[in-house]
């Protein structure tokens, strides 16, 4: 399906908060920010972001659209929701960084490294063929997601958690052959394209009207 | 006493030969003492957690979870949503709230579910199995129902993040809340209060694609169980137990530290107390051994 995403911004003229407002999860809550910069402070992996929370919301308004969507910020949140319980202004930040993630991705700027848009993807791809998460499959496509050669040196490093998974029956080689599953496929999958379908219209709406 | 029943959203982790079965095993324990039924939602599908994102957008992760909510309507009417996964009761809560505030993204839903031949009316409350044990059943009955208590065994309870936050358990602070240890209490064991880790963060999802960063989060999580003079870690969330046992070979191996914590469910803890038998409690699970819990379910 060819992607209304990627044709942006002409109509936003600029106005970068305009245009996260328009298709970012919850981005309407930007201009909220007071700068106080207590989620700054709140993140786990802090010292890996190049720009925190507070620091994006301020770029955001200063039409820093490349640093903020190429960053890899964003891709550092471990969804801990520390900040979205610490903010005095209450913004769902969590969600933000999680919408700016997504948005960054649909339209091609997300960063290559780390792996963590790619792993993403894969969860998102192993969840919708069955309906459910088969985990075996995932972290065989987490440690071969940079080629066959990295993946079996992860693959050896990662030998012994997966022995102790096996031996404890917290892990099934069987899952290879499929595994669990939803019953009803066909719906589900009709009904994940369909809403897919609503937000992409929503999002090409808002750029013809230029919202 | 009568049978308490409730609609139950077990979680992708929790099923056979997955990474949280254990945690299954030792909830059905637990219910089995306390007449708790919990009648499984037909069908059920994957919330995402929180890591699907980067490939669902807002809509198509909400419709998930509205999924699971119009099953639980359709075929365990009147009951209260519970579910033992952290990430799980996130998005389902999220969603049933989120939809509740706001109408477009509702009636989107709605002809989303359409296609599955669902309805939705977003009306039943969606619950942590913890809220359950503490506001239906009662820390009183809890304790009653203790057959070996867990005397002498030393305690931190880390609760995490995402049971925590953004919605925590009812009553309870986001900085220091008290349930876990209340729980380990009522079971005879000792609660470490002075365990400063309780609501740090694992690294949650990273931990696959990030190991490094966050198994120096869960380094930090480990040697604060040992400074206050743990013998094991309690957790109720599935991500926490699976990445603060199963990363301590390659924390010992990179820091050359001595790591070897076990790091049981709460629903574990609570079965030994409630005698039953090692298997029962999940005991099985454990990549690293709770001895004095296998001692005690031995008995
Ligand atoms: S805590 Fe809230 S108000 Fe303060 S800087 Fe962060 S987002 Fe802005
Ligand atoms: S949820 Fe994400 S943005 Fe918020 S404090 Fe945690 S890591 Fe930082």
Redesign the pocket.
Known sequence: MSNPNQTIPGQYRGNFLREVEANVEEGEWVK?????????G?CPLGPYWDYP??QI?MMIRAGKREEVLSSTSMWMCTSCYN?MV??????P?THIMHGLATYAKRIGKAPQTPITPRFAQKFWDNLTVTGRVNELKLGLALYFINGIGEGIQTAMKMQDIGLGMLKTKRMSPFEILGGHGIKDKAGFRAMLKKAEEIELAKIAKNQVAGV | MAKRDYSFYPGCSSQKGASASNCTTSINAICDVLKIQLNEIPDWNCCSASIGYAGGGELPRLTLSARNLALSEQHNPGQDVVATCAACWLATRETTERLAHDDQLFTETKIALKEAGLTLQNKTPVRHFVEVLIEDVGYDALKAAVKKPLTGIKIASYVGCQTNRPFGIAGESFENPLYLDKLTEAMGATALKDYDKKVACCGGALAFSEPEKSQDLIKDILQAAYDVGADMIVTPCPVCQMNVEVYQGLINQRHGTNFNMPVVYYSTLMAVAYGKSASESGLDGQVIRAKQLDALAGR
């Open positions: 909220m920010c007071m700068q106080c910069g207590v989620c700054a709140s929370p507070q919301f900040c610490r903010c005095p202004r209450e913004l930040i």
